[in-house]
């Protein structure tokens, strides 16, 4: 299993990063989780424009799903005629989302899309095993993990701390996970975690490696939250990049 970081920055797009798009491989299957604003453009230039097999969105924000909306004319609107529908795993809802801010009229999109409503629980995308679980975060929002010949990524999504997480996390070789705010400070509740609330997570879900993404660049530190994830988790620990591979 490969993951590939198209995009990684947190809430909006960053100075050097577009939002959170992470496209995850194995057997020739490439499995797009997530597709934030301007994760399109990173898509080309690390993947190739159709090197999608399945999308699954996390939560309907802007900043994991929106480019979902651009990509309806990459799809539709192909010189050499439409390619197929593609499969979409995504909190319920997310057609007429989609649908609504691709045009005015809100015209369908089932002819680009195929869409399974996503829920708790466990289930085949391609050759991965997909686990999903709510998990503590203002909308409908699933963090999950991803299986495939015994090895695990799991990603946080938009959390807070919450014990899903742990669940999804327990054992993973990969943890990929948001780290949003900073600690020390009265950050706004139920919404996101800080470096060091990564970093706990981590250690008590016994994860390999923490891999720490949607950092903020307007709101935080990089050091400083690098720091505090490493002052709470003893493995090791790296802010992820766009273009970054990890082979699992
Ligand atoms: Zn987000
Ligand atoms: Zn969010």
Redesign the pocket.
């Given at each position: 299993m490969r993951l590939t970081v198209l995009g990684c920055a947190g809430s909006f797009p960053g100075p050097e990063s577009a939002c959170s798009a992470y496209l995850v491989e194995a057997e020739g299957f490439r499995l797009l989780i997530d597709f934030g604003s301007g994760s399109l453009s990173a898509l080309q230039r690390y993947a190739g424009i159709d090197a999608i097999d399945a999308i699954l969105i996390t939560?309907l924000?802007c900043?994991?799903m929106l480019d979902a909306c651009t990509y309806v004319v990459v799809r539709r609107y192909d010189p050499a005629g439409p390619l197929p529908p593609l499969p979409v795993y995504a909190p319920m809802g997310a057609a007429e989302r989609i649908s609504a801010a691709y045009s005015s009229d809100a015209e369908p999109v089932d002819d680009v899309y195929t869409f399974y409503g996503l829920q708790p629980g466990t289930f085949p995308i391609g050759p991965f095993t997909v686990t999903a679980d709510r998990v503590n975060?203002p909308?409908e929002?699933y963090g999950v993990r991803v299986e495939h010949n015994g090895s695990v990524l799991a990603y946080s999504s938009?959390t807070a701390p919450c014990d899903p997480l742990l669940r999804l996390a327990q054992g993973a070789d990969l943890f990929l996970c948001e780290a949003s705010y900073l600690d020390g400070r009265p950050n706004p509740p139920d919404l996101h975690l800080t470096g060091g609330e990564a970093g706990e997570a981590a250690t008590k879900a016994d994860v390999g490696r923490l891999l720490l993404t949607h950092l903020v660049p307007a709101w935080g530190s990089e050091a400083s939250t690098v720091e505090a994830a490493c002052a709470a988790y003893a493995g090791p620990v790296e802010v992820v990049r766009p273009g970054a591979r990890y082979d699992l």
């Open positions: 939560h924000h900043d994991h975060h909308i929002t938009d």
